[in-house]
């Protein structure tokens, strides 16, 4: 009789321990979420800004670095006429490859080539920024505002035609563009208005949405 007492009284012991150490687990994962949700609510408007800032140019670093060295690798391997077809099958794959799960990353531009690159209308205002900018020669910086009642912080920055690499695709006709070139631009891309371009030249911009959420997150 008292081996049995004994052994229930273990289990209940055990049991309650484990039902413990159970709900001390939980506790304690309840309360480092709401601790972190409370240290993101300190965070100042300021410092969430310059995070989405920094993570944008990362980003767009990134991209541009992805993007540079696979064009780079298909003209050596097929020439500039061959690397217009990688392009257009590539090109915005590799930048969706850079993109975090939630973000959103694109070329944009009035002189497009692809017209899924025509900038959106919360775009233009920095698009155009950035044109007078270039065309008065003042410096152009990138820039973060918030759009969609602040939900939303949009990462821009200025693309600007680095050297005369580019111009064997974006130059003058006749003269930088091949006439094989040309022809296979103007087959690939009915609508191009990516020519004619000079070193220096505002190409376009990056556009980059970042979720609010997202940014405070990485913060």
Not at 72 to 96: K, P
Request: proline fraction near 4%; charged fraction near 30%.
């Amino acid at each position: 009789m008292r081996r049995i007492l004994f052994l229930s009284c273990t289990l209940l012991l055990s049991w309650t321990w484990i039902a413990c150490s159970t709900n001390e687990r939980v506790d304690r994962e309840v309360f480092e979420q709401v601790n972190r949700s409370m240290q993101a609510k300190k965070l100042s408007e300021a410092t969430i800004l310059k995070g989405a800032l920094e993570w944008g140019e990362e980003l767009a670093d990134e991209a541009q670095a992805q993007l540079i060295t696979a064009l780079r690798e298909a003209i050596e391997r097929e020439g500039v006429v061959g690397a217009i077809d990688f392009c257009q099958v590539n090109a915005i794959s590799l930048i969706e490859e850079v993109a975090p799960k939630g973000i959103e990353i694109r070329r944009v531009s009035y002189d497009y080539r692809n017209p899924a690159d025509a900038p959106r209308e919360e775009e233009k205002p920095f698009l155009d920024m950035y044109a007078y900018n270039v065309e008065n020669e003042l410096k152009s910086e990138p820039n973060v505002q918030k759009i969609e009642g602040g939900e939303v912080l949009l990462f821009t920055r200025a693309i600007t035609i680095p050297g005369e690499f580019c111009l064997a695709c974006h130059g003058k006709e006749g003269s930088e563009i091949a006439a094989e070139t040309l022809a296979k631009l103007t087959e690939r891309y009915p609508e191009d208005k990516a020519r004619n371009h000079a070193v220096g030249d505002l190409r376009g911009m990056w556009s980059i949405r970042l979720p609010k959420r997202e940014v405070v997150q990485k913060l």
